[in-house]
């Protein structure tokens, strides 16, 4: 009787061994189900995710093919034409300021922007330092063998102006001006000016470059710094040979706040014009003139015909333009 109950015990637990075995809901089922499931919703994510990816590009993309999702360049319509084959972008700055002097003689157009990089100096520790990226454009005014030129003078002039130069012959040149002549290259074997890129392209010239906003230190007297307010920029485009700059064909100087953010945007570029009043103010050119030598008649002079072994002398008096509202000397 005992092996008798044993056996119907038994037989009274089978059925619920066998559900717990054999029915859907057992725990590895709802395992590999929450698996599965997972799964396919991931799948289906990444389905979702790549078809809206694929509208996006084909929304951008003209009935031309282009790509116009693409960073657009803001030039505005009245920027000169040559601008536009730049090497750069202007909405990869910060301000652009366009110094287009006439027809006959055109500017540059200038673009920089303010940015803090961390780097070691030649005397420091590896530290924040705020940097200035300057962008610089010119009409290729002497084909391949264009160079063109940007500077921080202490007086609007040539002279005393911590300067660099590009052309794809020499490269970005580091100078320095100590007097009305070619700056010379700047001595201080200091590296402190980092070419970015540069090319002539087009009917342009163009190049970028980093500096330090502050780099006047020891042994740096050549090195101006970026100050607040305005600023005493110059430039100049001229030819190049393959071992040097030649006289420049065509220059300017204007005063610009580089460090202000009240300065017009990128996508407002506009043409500065000289101040009537005596304050001066963003944008105003420093008016300049050449002052040409020749003899009586006006006809250039042969100096070599002047020059026998004898100091010559030269005089002349000359008219400045009546235009000049105010001077400003070395």
């Known amino acids: 009787?005992?092996?008798?109950?044993?056996?119907?015990?038994?037989?009274?637990?089978?059925?619920?061994?066998?559900?717990?075995?054999?029915?859907?809901?057992?725990?590895?089922?709802?395992?590999?189900?929450?698996?599965?499931?997972?799964?396919?919703?991931?799948?289906?994510?990444?389905?979702?995710?790549?078809?809206?990816?694929?509208?996006?590009?084909?929304?951008s993309t003209s009935d031309d093919g282009n790509n116009n999702n693409q960073p657009q360049d803001v030039w505005p319509a009245d920027a000169p034409a040559w601008a536009k084959d730049a090497v750069f972008s202007p909405d990869e700055f910060e301000h652009c300021f366009v110094d287009?002097?006439?027809?006959?003689?055109?500017?540059?157009?200038?673009?920089w922007k303010v940015s803090s990089a961390a780097r070691s100096r030649e005397t420091r520790k590896r530290e924040s330092i705020e940097d200035i990226t300057i962008g610089v454009v010119a009409p290729a005014l002497g084909g391949d063998n264009t160079w063109v030129g940007f500077g921080l003078s202490a007086n609007g002039g040539m002279y005393g102006a911590d300067i660099v130069t590009f052309s794809p012959n020499l490269g970005m040149q580091d100078r320095f001006s100590e007097d009305w002549v070619?700056?010379?290259?700047?001595?201080?074997?200091?590296?402190?000016?980092?070419?970015?890129?540069?090319?002539?392209?087009?009917?342009?010239?163009?190049?970028?470059?980093?500096?330090?906003?502050?780099?006047?230190?020891e042994g740096q007297e050549k090195d101006f710094d970026v100050v607040e307010g305005l600023n005493n920029v110059i430039w100049a485009v001229g030819a190049a040979t393959n071992s040097d700059i030649t006289y420049h064909s065509s220059r300017g100087s204007i005063l610009l706040d580089l460090l202000s953010g009240n300065n017009p945007p990128a996508h407002e570029i506009h043409t500065g014009y000289a101040n009537d009043d005596e304050q001066s103010t963003f944008g105003e050119k420093t008016e300049s003139f050449d002052i040409l030598m020749g003899d009586a008649n006006g006809d250039p002079i042969n100096l070599a015909d002047h020059t026998s072994g004898t100091d010559t002398y030269l005089c002349k008096m000359f008219k400045g333009p009546e235009v000049l509202k105010k001077t400003t000397h070395p």
Not at 100 to 111: A, F, Y
Not at 199 to 213: D, E, K, L, P
């Open 1 to 59: 009787k005992e092996r008798k109950m044993e056996y119907i015990e038994e037989d009274r637990k089978q059925p619920e061994e066998d559900v717990r075995e054999v029915g859907f809901w057992t725990t590895r089922n709802k395992i590999i189900l929450g698996v599965g499931l997972g799964v396919f919703v991931l799948f289906g994510a990444v389905y979702f995710i790549g078809a809206a990816m694929t509208s996006n590009v084909d929304n």
């Open 100 to 111: 287009d002097i006439s027809d006959e003689v055109p500017g540059v157009v200038l673009c």
């Open 182 to 217: 070619k700056p010379q290259l700047d001595g201080d074997n200091i590296e402190n000016v980092y070419f970015q890129e540069g090319a002539i392209q087009g009917q342009a010239i163009s190049f970028v470059y980093t500096r330090a906003v502050k780099v006047c230190e």
